[in-house]
């Protein structure tokens, strides 16, 4: 019987996995074995390069925290599961050891930029523009397909290759003082605003993926951050803890730095 489709009104699923190999498990494999799993995994991820879904990224980490890291995207929750069951196939049984895994799906902010707050920055904004001009409707024209890219990408993310991968899960605090749920959408709307200014400041140094997973994991948002330098990661991560939104009401777990590296450099840096 052939399996279902499972996929979301719009959007993605996305699933973050990592390991640590049993070390001596590994030490007692037979002669090729260690070969023949390079060669499945290098075979896997040729399948699904991306850079859109379905993609399976790969990852060593480097702080001690697991061995391996993965990134899968897939459209169908099936088909993700499917990858993820055929990526723990790769390896001899018992050499992988799950470390951590999150379940997430790529959404539209609630805050996303409306037509009407478009065409409000285009009147009130830098050229002030009069509506019911031809002048007014290019700007407006052009405004609206930036953010329906914008709104694309959004949804079907295309992260960069960049040396660095920074995943961290994380919560809006619910507490009686700072509950970010008991606030109203305007204030919401307006602080995410003055969250995404400190973002931009790092455009072409860090690269964000910002997925959501209330009711399906343990966090709320995992946050995938893209840099060349680990010193840009630690910078924003840093500026943000100012920032109301984060100074407030952010909770975070915990922090897996990784190198973004194919199957064989992987064999190569972990001496497998
Ligand atoms: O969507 C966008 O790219 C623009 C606006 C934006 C939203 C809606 C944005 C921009 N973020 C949004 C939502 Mn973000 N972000 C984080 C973290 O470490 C911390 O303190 C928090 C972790 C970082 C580092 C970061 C970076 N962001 C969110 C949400 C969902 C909240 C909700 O819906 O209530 C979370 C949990 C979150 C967390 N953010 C940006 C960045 C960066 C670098 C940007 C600018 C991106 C750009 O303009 O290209």
Known sequence: M????????????????????????WDALAAGQSAEARAKLEKLCAQFPGPAQPRLSSYANVGGKADLGFVLYHADLVALGAMHRELEACFPAGALQPVYSFLSVTEL???????????????????????????????????????DEYKHYRLNPELEDWEIMCFYPMNKKRNLGDNWYALDFDT?????????????????????LITAATGLDDWEWGVTLIAHQADAVKEIVHEMRFDEVTARFGDFGEFFINLRLNPAQIWEHLKL
């Open 188 to 208: 919401r709307k307006k602080l995410m605003g003055s969250h995404a200014k400190t973002g931009r400041k790092y455009a072409g140094r860090i690269s964000q």
């Open 109 to 147: 902010p609630e805050y996303v930029t409306t037509d009407d707050d478009l065409k409000r920055m285009i009147e009130h904004g830098e050229r002030k523009l009069k509506p019911g001009t031809p002048e007014f409707d290019e700007a407006f024209a052009a405004a609206k397909k930036r953010n």
């Open 2 to 25: 052939p399996l279902p489709t499972v996929k979301l009104s719009q959007g993605i699923h996305v699933m973050h996995l990592f390991y640590r190999l049993d070390r001596t498990r």
